[in-house]
């Protein structure tokens, strides 16, 4: 199950899930970067990938039951 929401400021995705393992792919809104991203909320590293002319934040995490990733958009 997915869950997300995006603002102004940023976007986050809910993920409910059994999965040992989270690769997560996310698409960034047309025109918008990524600052940072939270992961349960702490501050991780992450990779930024291009495809065509979209661009995506990608994070591997362990899975839980529950993960937020929180996306913050550069201003």
């Known amino acids: ?7 102004d400021e940023g ?3 809910d993920i409910y ?3 040992e393992k989270i ?3 996310i698409l960034l809104p047309r ?3 990524c600052d940072a991203l939270l992961v349960n909320g702490e501050k ?3 990779e930024v ?6 661009l995506y934040v990608n994070k591997t995490v362990s899975g839980e039951k529950k993960v937020s990733f929180e ?3 550069k201003k």
């Open 31 to 33: 025109g918008k970067q």
């Open 23 to 25: 690769n997560a792919h």
């Open 71 to 73: 996306i913050i958009f």
């Open 49 to 54: 990938q291009k495809v065509a002319d979209s």
């Open 1 to 7: 199950d997915v869950r997300f929401i995006i603002k």
């Open 44 to 46: 991780v590293d992450f």
């Open 17 to 19: 899930s059994d999965s």
């Open 11 to 13: 976007m986050r995705y």
